[in-house]
């Protein structure tokens, strides 16, 4: 099966994450298929926090890709925080 999830990179202490799709049996920083975004829980000010592909994001949802719990959390904030970026 085929999901979408973060996969972790960053220093000790200072996460950051791949929100990669990948097949489910690879390791969590393993091989991956596509790149669709990151998110950075560490940003500060001005820097970027999330950034997620929607139209790469409904291709692989379209063709049953599965979504992780935390990836879906994201996307919906993500979402959110759209609209007053564009403002």
Do not use: C, H
């Not at 960053?10 to 996460?15: I, L, Q, T, W």
């Not at 829980?41 to 999330?50: F, L, N, T, V």
Request: charged share 30%; proline share 5%; glycine share 10%.
């Amino acid at each position: 099966m085929v999901v979408i999830r973060l996969s972790r990179g960053g220093s000790k202490g200072r996460p950051f994450f791949n929100i990669v799709v990948t097949d489910k049996r690879e390791r969590r920083d393993g091989r991956f298929i596509e790149r669709l975004g990151f998110y950075n829980p560490g940003a500060r000010g001005a820097e970027e926090s999330i950034r997620i592909s929607q139209d790469r994001l409904a291709y692989w949802k379209g063709v049953g890709a599965q979504a992780s719990p935390t990836v879906m959390r994201l996307v919906k904030q993500a979402a959110a925080a759209a609209p007053k970026a564009a403002a």
